[in-house]
C-alpha cells in the first residue's frame, strides 16, 4: 500500500553518464513534485507538475528533464551528471487541483540517494 | 528564502511534553502555517497545519499566537521515535494566481532529540 514510492534507492555513478530516477503515487493526485537535499540538508524544491504539465521550474539546470507519462508518475532524467548533482532526491505528491480546497498535504517518497563519483 | 525562525536544536524527555516554537513575524493573512518533519533518512512527514485557531491531531498539537506571529508545535508525550528535524513553513492558499505553485520552502529546522 505505498503511496509515493521511488526506484532506485541508491544509485552511484559516474561523471557524465546519463541516469533517471523513477517516481509512482498511487494516491490519485493530481501534482507531483521534484526535490534535492544537498549534503547540508537544505531540501529545495526543483519541479512541480500538474496533470501531466509543467507548473513549477526552480532554475534548475537543463540537463534535468522531469517527464511525466501519466498523472501517476514523475520521473527524473539526469543529463551529464555532475559532483554536484550528488545529493537525495525526493519525489512528492499532492491533491492540488480546481476541485481542491484552500491547502493540501504533500506526501513524500522516501528518497533516492544519488552519488556521482 | 524561508520566511520563519526556529531554534537550531532542542531537546526533551521522553514521555514529556515537546513544545518547538516558530516565529513568522512577516506571516500574510491568506498564509497558512505548516508543520514537516524529516526522521534520519527519510522523506519529510506532514504533521499538522493551521491558519488561525488552534488545531489538534493524532500527532500533534499546533498553537497559533492571535497575531499570528509565531505558533508552537506540541508533542504531547515524546518518544524516542519523534527525533527528527521538524520544519515550520508559511504557505499562500490556494489561488487562481499560485494554483499548482504550491511549493513548500524548507528552511534549516529545529533537531529534535528525545532523550530516554
Known amino acids: 500500500d505505498t503511496a509515493v514510492s521511488q526506484t532506485p534507492k541508491y544509485l552511484v555513478t559516474q561523471m557524465g553518464n546519463d541516469k533517471s530516477i523513477k517516481c509512482e503515487q498511487n494516491l490519485g493526485h493530481d501534482t507531483m513534485y521534484w526535490y534535492k537535499q544537498d549534503s547540508k540538508k537544505f531540501l529545495k524544491i526543483m519541479f512541480s507538475?500538474?496533470?501531466?504539465?509543467?507548473?513549477i521550474n526552480e532554475t534548475v539546470p537543463n540537463r534535468f528533464s522531469p517527464k511525466s507519462p501519466d498523472k501517476a508518475h514523475l520521473n527524473l532524467h539526469i543529463n551529464s551528471l555532475e559532483l554536484g548533482d550528488s545529493a537525495v532526491y525526493f519525489c512528492?505528491?499532492?491533491?492540488?487541483?480546481?476541485?481542491?480546497?484552500?491547502?493540501?498535504?504533500?506526501?513524500f517518497g522516501p528518497g533516492t540517494r544519488l552519488t556521482v563519483l | 528564502d524561508a520566511k520563519t525562525t526556529q531554534p537550531t536544536s532542542m531537546d526533551c524527555a521522553e514521555g514529556r511534553a515537546a513544545n518547538l516554537p516558530c516565529n513568522h513575524s512577516t506571516i500574510s493573512g491568506n498564509e497558512y502555517v505548516y508543520w514537516y518533519r524529516q526522521i534520519h533518512s527519510q522523506g519529510p512527514q506532514y504533521i499538522i497545519h493551521g491558519l488561525k485557531n488552534n488545531e489538534t491531531n493524532e500527532m500533534a498539537s499546533l498553537i497559533i499566537t492571535e497575531d499570528r506571529k509565531s505558533s508552537t508545535l506540541i508533542l504531547p508525550h515524546a518518544t524516542l521515535r519523534d527525533t527528527a528535524v521538524y520544519y515550520c513553513?508559511?504557505?499562500?492558499?490556494?489561488?487562481?494566481?499560485?494554483?499548482?505553485?504550491?511549493?513548500?520552502?524548507f528552511g534549516t529546522g529545529t533537531r529534535l532529540t528525545i532523550i530516554p
Open positions: 512528492a505528491s499532492s491533491p492540488s487541483g480546481f476541485s481542491g480546497g484552500p491547502t493540501d498535504t504533500q506526501y
Open positions: 507538475y500538474n496533470n501531466k504539465e509543467l507548473i
Open positions: 513553513i508559511v504557505r499562500a492558499e490556494r489561488g487562481l494566481s499560485n494554483f499548482g505553485n504550491e511549493k513548500l520552502t
